[in-house]
């Protein structure tokens, strides 16, 4: 990922934003933290590979995942850590230098684009969205921006997403290419990258044993 000429979080959605609001991923009344709450976070779930899923990109991966109104799927990689923390992408962002966490690999859609998910039970701000229970996603610049000055600890910061048009994850599971969990919003935002896949196809395969 490289660094932007302009503010590095005041990002305008540019070809990622119609995506996002064609699929209803941002809600109506973000700002008010009542109205950002979505039942169907309720719904979301954690997919994790197969051993047998050789994609490029997917294969080993686990993501979490949530349905959309249209009945498409939105998620986010959480196993692949870059090379690049915020302060190296953003050298002139002061609050940035103070993440060390890396900037995750979140998908292949518009991976210039920097999302926070922020586990935390009300909203962070305007424009943010319950993606899951416990776990909201940051979309808007300011929103990102006071994430990383006030709370990073509590967050985890992606390049890009994963979307699914209506029916492609319904296909993709009814080919047995992910074990589905319930989602986890500790393992969002902490889970150990380096093993998180090997311990949850061990957990997944484990409990499809005992069925």
């Known amino acids: 990922m ?14 990622f934003g119609a995506a996002l609001l064609a699929l209803h991923l941002v809600p109506a009344r973000a700002a008010d933290n009542e109205s950002s709450k979505d039942q169907d976070a309720n719904n979301a779930i954690m997919l994790v590979a197969k051993p047998d899923l050789k994609d490029p ?5 686990v993501l979490i995942v949530r349905p959309l109104q249209n009945g498409g799927h939105a998620g986010f990689v959480l196993n692949k850590p870059t090379n690049v923390t915020l302060g190296q992408a953003f050298p002139e962002d002061e609050p940035s230098q103070k993440v060390r966490d890396p900037v995750y690999l979140g998908g292949p859609v518009n991976a210039n684009v920097i999302f926070a998910l922020v586990k935390q039970e009300q909203s962070p ?4 969205m319950e993606f899951a229970k416990g776990l909201f996603l940051a979309l808007a610049g300011e929103t ?3 994430v990383i000055r006030e709370e990073p600890d509590r967050a985890r910061f992606f390049a890009g997403a994963v979307l699914w048009r209506p ?3 319904d296909q993709e599971l009814k080919l047995g290419a992910w074990y ?11 889970g150990d990258a380096d093993h998180l896949w090997d311990k949850l196809v061990q957990r997944s395969q484990s409990h499809d044993h005992s069925l």
């Open 144 to 146: 990102v921006d006071r």
């Open 2 to 15: 490289t660094s932007h000429t302009v503010h590095p979080f005041r990002i305008l959605l540019a070809l």
């Open 57 to 61: 990109f997917y294969a080993s991966t």
């Open 125 to 128: 701000g305007e424009g943010a």
């Open 180 to 190: 589905v969990m319930d989602a986890d919003s500790d393992l969002a935002i902490s």
């Open 167 to 169: 029916g492609e994850l």
